[in-house]
């Protein structure tokens, strides 16, 4: 079952990027300089940024429908990112690194499966939950601090 992997739009974040610390505090996020690799998944490249490079940490709402699944979360993006990552039939390293929770959901944007997966193995879970057709769309989040990772849907 061919399925894409997507990044965030930069268009949301574009707004932070350059302000000074203490603007981005006024607007509940902060800046990072990365100084480890792995450590700060880019939300936007869905790539660990290397360090030297810039990472801001802010709220993002990743689960808007009016449902009770409605959820935000902290989130790291690359300071400047722009190039929104899209794959197909390919999950990024970023996310083969870590374990990962996998929800399901359905047109309706209510979740009816979720799974615990490593990383390594996410391929063949997703295309078992998108094997479901009531499964609109899954949501990937990075299950140790439970943020948000990418999106994944039906090619």
């Given amino acids: 079952m061919p399925f894409r992997v997507s990044g965030l739009k930069a268009e949301p ?16 996020a902060r800046r990072y300089l990365v100084d480890k690799t792995p ?37 790291f993006v690359r300071e400047g990112a722009e190039q929104t990552c899209s794959l197909i039939d390919e999950i990024p390293e970023v996310m083969q690194r870590r374990m990962l929770s996998l929800r399901a959901f359905d047109a309706a944007h209510m979740m009816i499966d979720a799974v615990l997966v490593d990383g390594r193995q996410a391929r063949e879970t997703v295309e078992r939950l998108l094997g479901n057709g009531m499964v609109a769309y899954i949501q990937a989040h990075y299950a140790q601090r439970g943020c948000y990772a990418a999106r994944i849907e039906r090619e």
């Fill in 13 to 28: 974040f574009r707004q932070l990027y350059g302000l000074t610390d203490t603007e981005l505090l006024a607007r509940g």
């Fill in 39 to 75: 450590g700060f998944p880019d939300r936007i490249e869905l790539r660990d940024l290397t360090p030297g490079e810039t990472a801001l940490l802010v709220n993002y709402t990743h689960q808007d429908a009016d449902t009770p699944y409605r959820a935000s979360h902290a989130i």
